[in-house]
């Protein structure tokens, strides 16, 4: 049962050593920019010792600036989990994906529905992860033709990645070698808003859920339960009341 954030306790509050966020529904609804209250919480979980980080579908041209304006000290995963920082200044990390299989099912789709089938604007930008839009086709009619490739629905595009990529599985493959390389998957706070996190919420206990009132109903109830805890309030709103009574609970005795 997910409960509310206030549940949070200050014993689970001074374990925390890493805050790990998805950007687009969680930190911000629109745009590319946080807006200075999520810039503000994120600078005093940083402060307070808690290292915050990404992982995002978004490519990382359209994480690093963000990392590097709110000068988090976390490692960047982009593409949900097919690419990998382990600093914001570090090279790429080797996770081993491969692009192939998803464009190959993407030219499928461009032959059978012509062009309702669009790529996403940062198509070019992402090196594993293909972005795309399907107009009116029944996500139904998508999934019959997947061979070794997973299609998912993050409220603002969908994204086909190889079969058992995650962005929870590839933040536990790399926990290991951030920061001093000591820190346990339960010193680890997880922050999402949609169907691409749930492999953050199931790898991570300590999970928070971000609402999102633009998600269709089919599109929430496959959250229902999953995430221990959840915000009151929405997109950035709620991730700053969150990670302020993350802080706040640290420093209570
Ligand atoms: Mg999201």
Redesign the pocket.
């Known amino acids: 049962m997910t409960k509310s954030f206030l549940k949070i306790t200050p014993k689970l509050a001074r374990q925390i050593r890493l805050v790990i966020a998805?950007v687009?529904?969680?930190l911000l609804c629109d745009g590319d920019t946080v807006s200075e209250a999520v810039a503000q919480s994120i600078r005093s979980l940083e402060r307070c010792g808690i290292m915050v980080g990404f992982d995002s579908g978004r490519p990382l041209t359209r994480l690093e600036p963000l990392a590097n304006a709110l000068k988090t000290s976390g490692p960047v995963i982009a593409e949900n989990g097919c690419v990998a920082k382990l600093t914001k200044e570090s090279g790429l990390y080797d996770l081993g994906y491969s692009r192939q299989p998803a464009l190959k099912i993407l030219n499928q789709f461009k032959a059978e529905f012509k062009s309702a089938i669009r790529e996403a604007p940062d198509f070019k930008d992402r090196l594993i992860d293909v972005g795309f839009f399907a107009d009116n086709i029944p996500m139904e009619e998508l999934t019959q033709q997947l061979q070794g490739v997973q299609l998912l629905d993050?409220?603002y595009m969908l994204h086909m990645i190889q079969e058992g990529v995650s962005k929870g599985k590839s933040l536990k493959r790399i926990l290991g070698l951030i920061g001093d390389g000591t820190i346990q998957p339960d010193e680890v706070m997880v922050f999402?808003?949609?169907a691409?996190?749930v492999s953050l919420f199931t790898e991570f206990e300590n999970s928070v859920l971000i609402v999102n009132p633009r998600l269709t109903k089919p599109q929430t109830d496959c959250l229902r339960s999953i995430p221990k805890f959840k915000s009151a309030l929405a997109f950035g709103e709620g991730f700053v009341e969150v990670a302020d009574f993350l802080v706040k609970q640290r420093l209570t005795t």
């Open positions: 998805d687009d529904g969680t993050s409220g999402g808003d949609s691409t996190d």
